[in-house]
Each structure stands twice: as C-alpha cells, then as structure tokens.
C-alpha cells in the first residue's frame, strides 16, 4: 500500500465500521464491541505502515471537494512530522481505550451505540489530524463535536448527561462560529485554505498576517480546548462514561485545538500570542484552584486537564508550539492513564465517584492504584517521568520570556500536586468510608492492561530521544533550540529547584492538611468560605444559565410575543380586518328594507345638492 | 451524445404519471387498500425514477441551455406560450428533490390513517405533478401555472385534514400565498410587457435582455414585485407569519411537499429569473434583501427558541433558514447562488423528514408539546436517531447537505470587502439553530419519561419505528449525506449554469449600516404600496 492509501484506509475503516454497527449490529452489543476494538487495532496498523512508508517525508494528496463559481474547497492530507506524531498518539491512545471499554462498558445496555460512536470519534478525530486545509478541519471538527455530544450523551435518561451534551455541543458551536467567520476570511485574504500555501504565502510576505483573522480561528480552539470564558462544558462533560472522558475529554479532542493552533502557527501575530500566553496562564490557574472544589473523582480530573491545557496554552503564546504539543503528547499518555485509573475505581467501586465515600483503594485495587500513582507523578513532574520534561520546558520558556507566566505557572504546578495528592490521600489510602468502597475489587485484565501499558508510556513517554524515527520533529527542534538559548543554564536551574518544590510541597502539604483516607473535606470544615469561593468556580455557570433564562429566554419570549401581536395580528389581521370593515360597510347599504333604502336615497339627494350649488 | 427523442416525453411523463394516477384515485373510494396502495406506489415512484435517470443520463448541454427539451405548442403561441420542458443544471437538483421528497411523502401518505384515504393520496399526487412540472418547466407561463397547480391541494388538504384551528390556517395561507403568487404574476407580466420579447421562455427573455437590457427604474420596480411575491411565497420576514401556524396544522404530506418542495419556487423564480434578468433591480434592493433576510435568520431564529409545540418549532426554523437561502442569492455570485440552491435542496430533505417524523413523535406521545415529553429513545432508538439526524443535518453538521450550503453561502458573503460584516450576524444564527434543535433532542428524546409518556409506558407498548416509517426517513437521510459527502454531484453542474448568469465581479453596492437600521422595523409598509 502506498503510503495515501494507509492513511485512507486508517481515516476511512473507522467510518465504515460505525456504520456497519449503526445498521446491523446495534442489538449485537458483543458483536459491535469487537468490531469496533478490531477497526482501532487495524487503524493502530495502517497508521504505522504510513509512517512506515513516509520515511520522514511530508506527503500531501487533495482532491476536489466542491467547485462553485471561484471558491474551490479541497479535501485532503498533509502528513508532515506533526501530523504523524498526533495520530501516533491518537491511535496508540485510542485502542487502550477501546480495549479498556470492553471491560468498562460491560453489561451496558446500549454497548453498540458507545462503541459505534467511538469509532465516529477516530474517524473525525483522525480526519482532524490529517487535514490538509482549513475547510476540511472544520468539518471533522464539527464532527468530533458531534461524536462527543453523542457519547456524552450515552446515558441519556439522566438529567445530567442530558444537560451536558446540550451544552457541549452548544458551547462548541459558540467557538465554531469564530472559527468559520475565521476561515471565510481567511479564504478571502489569501486565497487559499490550505496549509501547506498559507505557510509558503506567509513566509514570503509578512504583511499577510492578520491579527483579527487568527483571533477568529482562535476562537474554535477556545471552545474545543474548553479555554475561558468556553470552559464550562468540560466538567460537566464527565456525565458521559469514563473511557470517553478518558479518550475525548482528556487525551484527545480537547487537546485537538492546541494541535490546530500548531498547524496554524504560522498565522499568528504576536499580539495574539501574547493574548494566548496570559490566558492559557490564567486558566491553569483557575482551573487547578478549582479542583480543590471538587469531591467527584472525575470532575477533579477535569479540572486537571483544564489546567493542563492551559499550560499548553501559555507554552503556544510563549512561541514554543514545539513544547506545547510536547506536552500535549505526554499529557495525553499520563492522562489517560489518570482517567482510566479512575474508570477502574468506578467500575470496583460500584460507580461511586465521590472520593470521601472511598478510601482505602490501595489495598483492594493495587495495580489500579499503583498505576493511577505513577500518572499522578508524571502530571506532577516529578524528575524522570513524562511530565517532568515536558512541564520543565514550559516552565523554562517562561522563565525565559515573561517572569509573571513562569511564577503563577510554577503556582499552578504547586496547586496540581496539591489537588492532585489530596484525591490520592483520600481515596487510596485510609480505611474504606463505604459500603461499595468495602467491597471494591480489582478489575479484569482486560481493563489493567491498557493502564500497565499507558504506565509505560507516562514513564517512558518523555524520553524523545528514544522516541521512533521521524517523530516528534518540532519538538526536538523546539527542545534544541529552548537548550542551547543564551540564559538556559540559569533558567533550567531554577526552573528545576522552583518545579521540584512545587510538587514535594504540594504533595506533602496535603498529605498532612488533609490526611490519609480522610472522611470529610478538611479545608470545607475549617475554611468554609474558602472552600465554597472555591466550589463556585467564580459563578461562571450561574452567569451563563442566567443569561439564557433571563435575557435570551425573555427576548425570545418577547420577539415571539411581538411576533404574534405585531406582525400577525395586526399587520396580516389588521389588514384583513381592515377590508372585512369595507365589506361590512359596503353590505350594511343593502339591508333589505325599504326604509332602509328611502334614507340613503334622500341622504345622497342632499350630497347631490350640496355638491350641485357647490357648497364644496 | 445525441439525445433520443423519446427523452424528452419521459420528462412529460413525470408529470403526467401521478396526474393520472391522481385521478384514478380520485375515483377510487371503492379500491382495497392494496390497489390504492399499488396505484399511489406507482405514481410516487415513476417521477422519482425519471428523476434519478435525468440525473445518471445527463450531460452538460452544448447548444443551448436545457438538455430534453420538449415543445408543444398550446393554443396560446401568439402570446409566446409554449409547453415547452427541459431540465438545465440548476432546474435539475431541484427536479431530483421533488422526486425524492415526493416519494418519501407518498410511501408515508400511503399508510397515514387518514380519513378518505383515497382523496388523501389522489390530492398529494397532483401535488406531486405540480411539483416535477413546476421545476421541469422552462416556459414561465407553464413555471407559474404548475406552482399554482401544486398550491392548491395543499390548501385544500389543509381545510379536510389539518389539525386544529385548521380552517383558519387554511384560510390565512391561502389568502396569503394567492396575494404574493398574484405579486409574482404581475411582476412577470410586467417582465413579459417589458421586454417586449414576445416569449415566456426562460433562454429567450435572457437572450433578449442581454441584448437589449431594461430601463434601471423598470428593473428596481419589477424586482419589488418579483422580491416580494415570492419572497411572501418563501416567507421572506417579515411576510412568514403563514408558514408556522400552516405548517403545524398542515397533514404531513402536505407540510412535507410544501415545506420541502413547493416552497422553493419563490427562491427558484429569484436566482433563476429575477436576479440574473433584473441584475440593476437587485443592487437597488439589495440592502433590503440583506436587512429581511438578517431578521429571517435572528429574529425568527430566536423566536423559534420560544416554541414548545414540536410542529411550530419546525415551521419557524424553515422560514429561519430560508434567510440563509437569500443572502445567498443576495450576493449575486455564483458562489452565493450555487450555495443557495445547495441549501435549497438540502433544506428540503431535511424539514420534509423532520415533518414526518415529528408526526411519528406526535402518534407516540398524542401532544405536540415538547415539555411534557421525554425519555422516548429508551423506548424508540431508531426514531431517535433519524430525528437526531435529521436535526443535525438541519442546524448544519458537516457530513449533511445543508453544511455545504450554509457554508458556500457564508463564503459568498466574505468575498467582497462590503458585504463580509454580514458573515459575523448571519453566522451566529448556526448557534441559534444548534440551541433550538438539540433543546428539541433533549427535551423529546433524552431525560425521564415526561407526563405525555408517564402513562403509556407503563401500559401500552410504545413502538419504534414502523417499516412504512423508517423506509421514508432512510431514503431523506441517505440524499441528505450523500450530498453531505459528495457535494460536487449537484453542484458541478449547477455550477456551469450559473458561470454563464452570473458575473464573476460582483456589482453591489456596499451597504450603509446607519440608514437602514429601520428596514426591519416597518418594512409591510413598503410593500402594500407595490
């Protein structure tokens, strides 16, 4: 196969498999599960055979998508370093997460569905990756957003998942429609969408770039990356099962608009990058604050990967796209991991989430809870693991650049060991706070292989060195260049004392304010009004739904109101009315009787002879 | 390649087929069932066939502009009326919608538990031939007389099988639609009169007018006509207040051939004939046009998130989109035009599919309000997942015929420096359609069992979708992806038709934000005086 028909056949089985499970197997819950586990392994093979046969090189293929008058649209692939280092990922990532569900999603009624939609989810996901243009981006773009609506959504007769996929995929559409209003002008300005034209037209004219068309396209990786003020969806996005917000929510989609930012680079004025640092700095720390809020196991995750996304963030405005999708990379691996540790718990704990109705873990869930430890690490950084390099790069850049975004990022790394260590206390250790955490046990193999292997990669994950050929281009080149500045010395010295404090205090600071296997939240008890500013999330939910409910609700309400009375009623009625008058008038000279008729003759005699001796 | 000359009859005979089998229906209160059944399946489904082998045997045309032509003359050749048939890129998607809607209508009509049933479907087949005669026509006499011809059983159909309050929906739409299509008339009469070409037929009068174009102050107030009447017939804000109620109480069929395919005459009769004949008629009014079709997509889209009743939501969110339909032909581009025909088809696919399945939702909960359902994918996945996919197609999803359009439209308003801030209003009308679509999923399907169902899911089994109900929806969802996914099979040839009408370079004016900020408040005004 040549290397365009690997990447069709990885970008296409996925599709062919959902709609071979949406057609006829979707009372074949069994049936489905394998075929759709089978589809990622076949994708896992393709991917390789591409890279495999791409040697390095960039291949590129586009055909026809649309033709009408002077705007063409084009689909095809760009399969450069960058791209091959996402699928490797998303690919690798994703069949441990389809392997995982398999035993996760055992005994669900609607298992077709769950695995039918996560193949969507490879196929717009994968579709994403390889994206040779802006238009074709945008539509699996809209499509993960779909798929994500959909998983969320799995239990649909809960009140909760149904109000989170509506809000996913509203709030998603709110950055998609920058992002479009993005791409029309963009598609004006240069006269092309494609990446690999934007790049050659940007290099040779500077002037090209625009400030305002970046931050329109900004505005989609806002809302899919769930950066402020499109934040929101993202905890809430947990209703959906746990592989989902494992694969989705965490490891892949969500970090997808820091891949499209990647792929853009070249589009970005400074101006914007700096908008881009200070607010990716802004929301690890917000994010991380608000972790401590937080006693669902799955919702403290959340707020982890919202924080981490930030840092993604803040490494991109710093002008190191090269460290922020290093850290994508790793983030996904440990992430993951975290995530799947916690589908682990749920799944031994009876769907308990709360981690003070947990504790004592350690000792009924060992691997589950060895492995969750060594993510926990890696997310930590502390030395030696995954995280530890990618976080010490963008600790270091920012040390470098801008000393505000090195301290309150240092703080933020603080405040993950932090939230971090307090779930890990809580829940792992201590004696058992429950009934379902008494008789929690460890799950099948089937799920703890995925979390020995993602172990593997969290540890081993940072090492690019080791990493195989032909990946991971831009980020050793960005590592070479952040080593060899002038300053790194200097920078890499602090930023490793200033990063080690962090986590060891952090870690050990509650371990000792909140202790191990604590019952009930300490800080809630002693700093209540702390912990409630902290639970709040600073109200963001509560301004939005009261913006829905009292300004758009009420002006819907209004202009359907108006609708009815004003145009309706009293143009359309009016109008109608007016000529029924007419008609009434016109009728009531012909009454019938000839009283009737004597009078208006006599009054039209007297008209006649008013008008006759010209009185007008 | 040499068109046989048999081609062109069969054009005559998608039309013809359902008439006839109409009028043997109409005589048929005795037949069985089955008969009616076999007599409705054959005149739904030859046009659909003619349809599908119009599109797999045509061929770009090389002299001329429609391929199958036929002309017949009529007994009104003094005037330059002809019966003259013929399919063009442009007329062609749009030929197909009717064949495929059509046919989805009728395999649901068929089995709909209507009273009379023979009248039921003997009415819906002369629709049906109004409908393939309407877009196949290449005369605009014959254009105009088969709309008409298409228009009234719906009304008809309205008054014996709405809902409530039918008669005075009936009633309203009628007057209604009757006073724009007399605005069109008269606008085409004027045409007619104008150019003094002596012909009705579309290549002529364009023929006719490139050599020798109209007076600019003739074309401004022949285009009022033209902008108006069918803008009423589209439901042009603010002229829509027809279309929701119509459509709510209208019986499936209808609301699903009218919503899905008549309507599209009015938009059809704008890019086909009033904005490439009367170019100097649309820059005057462009701003207009802009200004109503802005409201279409923000006012009414916000007041179609105020709805409860399923049906009501459904009739405003086609008169919303209906907006995108006009800016599209607003930028006079073939860019914006072809994105408009695109929406067009599109559009159609999927609010006749969401009519009907909105009915099939109705026979399981027996309320239209949405508040008091819930939970009906536990009990009705499949339904589920067809209205879940009809709603996205609607709201614009990627991998559905309408992203294209919306998309293209979009684009089209982007490519002139003096209309791209209109890309920035018209798109947010994409989150206004997303929060009332999935408000709808949530509400109808997701959640606990609301009270319309409380009680019947105890008791009586709620089905999923019947055979005679999954077949119509499967044929609307497999057009509208696989125009999703393949866009180019309608657009590459509606594209050369439109190279040849419109210009490359656009000739609109920029529009002056300030002056017309009133246009939406009091625009009826303005059009009681033309």
């Given at each position: 196969m040549t290397v365009t028909q690997s990447l069709l056949a990885a970008l296409l089985t996925p599709l062919v498999s959902a709609a071979w499970i949406c057609f006829f197997l979707r009372r074949k819950g069994v049936l489905a599960s394998c075929v759709s586990v089978a589809t990622a392994a076949a994708i896992c093979v393709f991917s390789f055979m591409a890279l495999q046969g791409s040697q390095g090189q960039t291949v590129a293929f586009a055909w026809d998508w649309l033709n009408l008058g002077n705007f063409n649209v084009r689909a095809g692939f760009l399969f450069d370093g960058n791209a091959a280092t996402m699928l490797s990922m998303v690919v690798v990532v994703g069949f441990l997460i389809h392997l995982f569900s398999l035993g996760y999603m055992k005994g669900d009624k609607a298992r077709a569905r769950f695995f039918g939609g996560l193949s969507i989810f490879m196929f717009s996901m994968i579709g994403i990756v390889l994206a040779d243009n802006l238009i074709m981006i945008y539509v699996f773009w809209e499509l993960v957003g779909f798929s994500s609506y959909m998983l969320i959504g799995h239990y649909f007769e809960t009140e909760e998942a149904r109000a989170a996929s509506k809000k996913a995929f509203i709030v998603n559409r709110i950055g998609d429609v920058g992002f479009l209003v993005g791409i029309v002008f963009a598609y004006w300005h240069f006269g092309t969408t494609d990446l690999a034209e934007l790049e050659a037209l940007v290099s040779v004219n500077k002037e090209l770039i625009s400030g305002s068309i970046a931050a329109f396209l900004m505005c989609g990786f806002i809302g899919k990356s769930a950066q402020f003020p499109l934040h929101i969806w993202l905890p809430d996005a947990m209703a959906g099962p746990t592989p989902v917000s494992a694969l989705i929510h965490a490891a892949t989609m969500?970090?997808?608009?820091?891949?499209?930012?990647?792929?853009?680079?070249?589009?970005?004025?400074?101006?914007?990058?700096?908008?881009?640092?200070?607010?990716?700095?802004?929301?690890?720390?917000?994010?991380?604050?608000?972790?401590?809020?937080?006693?669902?196991?799955?919702?403290?995750?959340?707020?982890?990967?919202?924080?981490?996304?930030?840092?993604?963030?803040?490494?991109?405005?710093?002008?190191?796209?090269?460290?922020?999708?290093?850290?994508?990379?790793?983030?996904?691996?440990?992430?993951?991991?975290?995530?799947?540790?916690?589908?682990?718990?749920?799944?031994?704990?009876?769907?308990?989430?709360?981690?003070?109705?947990?504790?004592?873990?350690?000792?009924?869930?060992?691997?589950?809870?060895?492995?969750?430890?060594?993510?926990?690490?890696?997310?930590?950084?502390?030395?030696?693991?995954?995280?530890?390099?990618?976080?010490?790069?963008?600790?270091?850049?920012?040390?470098?650049?801008?000393?505000?975004?090195?301290?309150?990022?240092?703080?933020?790394?603080?405040?993950?060991?932090?939230?971090?260590?307090?779930?890990?206390?809580?829940?792992?250790?201590?004696?058992?706070?429950?009934?379902?955490?008494?008789?929690?046990?460890?799950?099948?193999?089937?799920?703890?292989?995925?979390?020995?292997?993602?172990?593997?990669?969290?540890?081993?994950?940072?090492?690019?060195?080791?990493?195989?050929?032909?990946?991971?281009?831009?980020?050793?080149?960005?590592?070479?260049?952040?080593?060899?500045?002038?300053?790194?010395?200097?920078?890499?010295?602090?930023?490793?004392?200033?990063?080690?404090?962090?986590?060891?205090?952090?870690?050990?600071?509650?371990?000792?304010?909140?202790?191990?296997?604590?019952?009930?939240?300490?800080?809630?008890?002693?700093?209540?009004?702390?912990?409630?500013?902290?639970?709040?999330?600073?109200?963001?939910?509560?301004?939005?739904?009261?913006?829905?409910?009292?300004?758009?609700?009420?002006?819907?309400?209004?202009?359907?109101?108006?609708?009815?009375?004003?145009?309706?009623?009293?143009?359309?009625?009016?109008?109608?009315?007016?000529?029924?008058?007419?008609?009434?008038?016109?009728?009531?000279?012909?009454?019938?009787?000839?009283?009737?008729?004597?009078?208006?003759?006599?009054?039209?005699?007297?008209?006649?002879?008013?008008?006759?001796?010209?009185?007008? | 390649m040499q068109v046989p000359e048999t081609l062109p009859l069969f054009l005559l005979t998608a039309i013809l087929v359902p008439l006839l089998a109409g009028l043997v229906l109409l005589f048929g209160s005795n037949f069985a069932p089955f008969v009616r059944r076999i007599i409705g399946f054959f005149g739904f489904g030859w046009p659909f066939l003619m349809a599908m082998m119009f599109y797999c045997i045509y061929e770009p045309p090389v002299f001329g502009d429609y391929r199958f032509e036929l002309k017949r003359p009529t007994g009104l050749e003094s005037i330059g009326i002809y019966l003259h048939l013929g399919l063009n890129g442009i007329s062609l998607p749009l030929f197909m919608l009717a064949g495929v809607v059509g046919f989805a209508a009728g395999l649901y009509a068929m089995y709909s538990k209507a009273e009379r049933p023979h009248l039921y479907l003997a009415l819906l087949l002369f629709m049906q031939g109004g409908l393939m005669g309407t877009f196949a026509s290449v005369d605009v006499f014959f254009f105009y007389f088969f709309h008409e011809f298409a228009l009234i059983p719906t009304f008809i159909m309205i008054g014996i099988w709405g809902g409530t309050a039918r008669r005075k929906a009936a009633i309203e739409m009628t007057i209604y639609l009757t006073f724009g299509a007399l605005l069109s008339l008269l606008g085409l009469i004027a045409l007619y009169a104008q150019t003094g070409a002596g012909s009705f037929s579309f290549p002529e009068l364009r023929d006719y007018i490139a050599a020798k174009p109209l007076e600019e102050i003739a074309q401004k107030n022949i285009f009022a006509l033209l902008l108006f009447g069918f803008g009423i017939l589209v439901s042009l804000f603010p002229f829509h207040s027809w279309a929701p109620k119509g459509y709510a109480v209208a019986p499936t069929g209808a609301a699903m051939l009218h919503a899905g395919v008549l309507k599209k005459f009015g938009l059809y009769g704008l890019l086909q004939i009033a904005a490439p004949l009367l170019p100097a008629g649309l820059s005057h009014w462009f701003p207009w046009m802009v200004w109503l079709a802005l409201g279409n997509i923000l006012i009414i889209g916000l007041i179609t998130i105020a709805q409860r009743d399923i049906k009501m939501m459904l009739g405003y969110s086609s008169v919303m989109h209906m907006g995108y339909a006009f800016l599209g032909i607003a930028t006079f581009s073939a860019v914006g035009v072809g994105g408009a025909l695109l929406m067009m088809v599109a559009h159609g696919l999927s609010i006749s599919l969401l009519f009907m399945l909105s009915t099939c939702i109705y026979h399981r909960s027996h309320t239209f309000d949405m508040h008091r359902m819930g939970g009906l994918a536990t009990k009705a996945p499949v339904l589920c997942a067809f209205f879940v996919a009809g709603i996205m197609a609607s709201i614009g999803l990627p991998g559905f015929g309408n992203f294209w359009g919306e998309f293209t439209i979009f684009a089209a308003l982007a490519e002139m420096e003096t209309t791209r801030w209109i890309v920035i209003p018209a798109a947010l009308g994409i989150i206004i359609s997303a929060i009332y679509g999935l408000r709808a999923v949530a509400s109808i399907f997701f959640g606990r069992p609301g009270d319309a169902f409380a009680g019947h899911f105890k008791t009586t089994d709620i089905r999923d979708l019947r055979n005679y109900e999954r077949f119509p929806a499967a044929i609307l969802v497999v057009a509208l992806v696989t125009m999703g996914l393949f866009p180019r099979i309608l657009s590459d040839h509606a594209d050369r038709e439109l190279a040849k009408m419109y210009p490359s370079e656009s000739i609109l004016p920029a529009i002056d934000t300030t002056a017309y900020n009133k246009v939406t408040a009091k625009p009826e005004k303005e059009d009681a005086h033309k």
């Amino acid at each position: 196969m040549t290397v365009t028909q690997s990447l069709l056949a990885a970008l296409l089985t996925p599709l062919v498999s959902a709609a071979w499970i949406c057609f006829f197997l979707r009372r074949k819950g069994v049936l489905a599960s394998c075929v759709s586990v089978a589809t990622a392994a076949a994708i896992c093979v393709f991917s390789f055979m591409a890279l495999q046969g791409s040697q390095g090189q960039t291949v590129a293929f586009a055909w026809d998508w649309l033709n009408l008058g002077n705007f063409n649209v084009r689909a095809g692939f760009l399969f450069d370093g960058n791209a091959a280092t996402m699928l490797s990922m998303v690919v690798v990532v994703g069949f441990l997460i389809h392997l995982f569900s398999l035993g996760y999603m055992k005994g669900d009624k609607a298992r077709a569905r769950f695995f039918g939609g996560l193949s969507i989810f490879m196929f717009s996901m994968i579709g994403i990756v390889l994206a040779d243009n802006l238009i074709m981006i945008y539509v699996f773009w809209e499509l993960v957003g779909f798929s994500s609506y959909m998983l969320i959504g799995h239990y649909f007769e809960t009140e909760e998942a149904r109000a989170a996929s509506k809000k996913a995929f509203i709030v998603n559409r709110i950055g998609d429609v920058g992002f479009l209003v993005g791409i029309v002008f963009a598609y004006w300005h240069f006269g092309t969408t494609d990446l690999a034209e934007l790049e050659a037209l940007v290099s040779v004219n500077k002037e090209l770039i625009s400030g305002s068309i970046a931050a329109f396209l900004m505005c989609g990786f806002i809302g899919k990356s769930a950066q402020f003020p499109l934040h929101i969806w993202l905890p809430d996005a947990m209703a959906g099962p746990t592989p989902v917000s494992a694969l989705i929510h965490a490891a892949t989609m969500v970090a997808a608009g820091i891949y499209f930012l990647i792929r853009i680079v070249f589009l970005f004025p400074v101006e914007v990058l700096d908008l881009l640092a200070y607010l990716g700095t802004a929301v690890a720390l917000y994010a991380g604050l608000c972790a401590y809020g937080q006693n669902d196991i799955k919702k403290i995750l959340a707020y982890s990967t919202l924080s981490q996304l930030g840092y993604m963030t803040a490494a991109f405005g710093l002008g190191q796209p090269g460290i922020a999708f290093f850290h994508l990379i790793t983030h996904a691996f440990f992430k993951a991991l975290l995530f799947l540790g916690a589908g682990s718990v749920i799944h031994g704990c009876h769907h308990e989430q709360d981690i003070f109705r947990m504790g004592g873990l350690l000792k009924r869930m060992p691997v589950t809870s060895i492995t969750f430890f060594i993510g926990l690490l890696a997310l930590c950084g502390i030395y030696g693991l995954s995280g530890f390099y990618s976080k010490d790069a963008i600790l270091i850049a920012g040390e470098m650049n801008d000393q505000w975004v090195f301290i309150l990022l240092t703080l933020g790394a603080f405040l993950t060991a932090g939230y971090m260590g307090r779930l890990f206390w809580v829940a792992f250790l201590g004696a058992p706070k429950s009934e379902s955490a008494l008789q929690a046990q460890e799950s099948p193999f089937i799920m703890l292989l995925p979390l020995l292997l993602l172990a593997g990669l969290s540890i081993a994950g940072g090492f690019t060195d080791f990493w195989p050929e032909h990946l991971g281009g831009l980020i050793k080149e960005n590592l070479d260049s952040l080593h060899h500045a002038q300053g790194y010395g200097h920078a890499h010295h602090v930023v490793l004392i200033a990063g080690s404090a962090a986590w060891v205090v952090g870690l050990v600071g509650s371990f000792f304010f909140y202790g191990a296997g604590a019952g009930e939240d300490r800080l809630e008890r002693k700093f209540g009004p702390v912990y409630n500013f902290l639970k709040s999330k600073l109200w963001f939910d509560e301004i939005y739904d009261s913006y829905v409910a009292k300004v758009q609700q009420r002006l819907a309400g209004l202009l359907s109101f108006l609708d009815i009375f004003l145009i309706k009623g009293l143009f359309v009625c009016g109008s109608a009315a007016m000529i029924g008058l007419v008609g009434i008038c016109a009728r009531s000279l012909h009454v019938g009787s000839i009283h009737g008729y004597v009078y208006w003759f006599l009054a039209g005699l007297i008209l006649f002879w008013v008008a006759a001796i010209g009185l007008f | 390649m040499q068109v046989p000359e048999t081609l062109p009859l069969f054009l005559l005979t998608a039309i013809l087929v359902p008439l006839l089998a109409g009028l043997v229906l109409l005589f048929g209160s005795n037949f069985a069932p089955f008969v009616r059944r076999i007599i409705g399946f054959f005149g739904f489904g030859w046009p659909f066939l003619m349809a599908m082998m119009f599109y797999c045997i045509y061929e770009p045309p090389v002299f001329g502009d429609y391929r199958f032509e036929l002309k017949r003359p009529t007994g009104l050749e003094s005037i330059g009326i002809y019966l003259h048939l013929g399919l063009n890129g442009i007329s062609l998607p749009l030929f197909m919608l009717a064949g495929v809607v059509g046919f989805a209508a009728g395999l649901y009509a068929m089995y709909s538990k209507a009273e009379r049933p023979h009248l039921y479907l003997a009415l819906l087949l002369f629709m049906q031939g109004g409908l393939m005669g309407t877009f196949a026509s290449v005369d605009v006499f014959f254009f105009y007389f088969f709309h008409e011809f298409a228009l009234i059983p719906t009304f008809i159909m309205i008054g014996i099988w709405g809902g409530t309050a039918r008669r005075k929906a009936a009633i309203e739409m009628t007057i209604y639609l009757t006073f724009g299509a007399l605005l069109s008339l008269l606008g085409l009469i004027a045409l007619y009169a104008q150019t003094g070409a002596g012909s009705f037929s579309f290549p002529e009068l364009r023929d006719y007018i490139a050599a020798k174009p109209l007076e600019e102050i003739a074309q401004k107030n022949i285009f009022a006509l033209l902008l108006f009447g069918f803008g009423i017939l589209v439901s042009l804000f603010p002229f829509h207040s027809w279309a929701p109620k119509g459509y709510a109480v209208a019986p499936t069929g209808a609301a699903m051939l009218h919503a899905g395919v008549l309507k599209k005459f009015g938009l059809y009769g704008l890019l086909q004939i009033a904005a490439p004949l009367l170019p100097a008629g649309l820059s005057h009014w462009f701003p207009w046009m802009v200004w109503l079709a802005l409201g279409n997509i923000l006012i009414i889209g916000l007041i179609t998130i105020a709805q409860r009743d399923i049906k009501m939501m459904l009739g405003y969110s086609s008169v919303m989109h209906m907006g995108y339909a006009f800016l599209g032909i607003a930028t006079f581009s073939a860019v914006g035009v072809g994105g408009a025909l695109l929406m067009m088809v599109a559009h159609g696919l999927s609010i006749s599919l969401l009519f009907m399945l909105s009915t099939c939702i109705y026979h399981r909960s027996h309320t239209f309000d949405m508040h008091r359902m819930g939970g009906l994918a536990t009990k009705a996945p499949v339904l589920c997942a067809f209205f879940v996919a009809g709603i996205m197609a609607s709201i614009g999803l990627p991998g559905f015929g309408n992203f294209w359009g919306e998309f293209t439209i979009f684009a089209a308003l982007a490519e002139m420096e003096t209309t791209r801030w209109i890309v920035i209003p018209a798109a947010l009308g994409i989150i206004i359609s997303a929060i009332y679509g999935l408000r709808a999923v949530a509400s109808i399907f997701f959640g606990r069992p609301g009270d319309a169902f409380a009680g019947h899911f105890k008791t009586t089994d709620i089905r999923d979708l019947r055979n005679y109900e999954r077949f119509p929806a499967a044929i609307l969802v497999v057009a509208l992806v696989t125009m999703g996914l393949f866009p180019r099979i309608l657009s590459d040839h509606a594209d050369r038709e439109l190279a040849k009408m419109y210009p490359s370079e656009s000739i609109l004016p920029a529009i002056d934000t300030t002056a017309y900020n009133k246009v939406t408040a009091k625009p009826e005004k303005e059009d009681a005086h033309k």
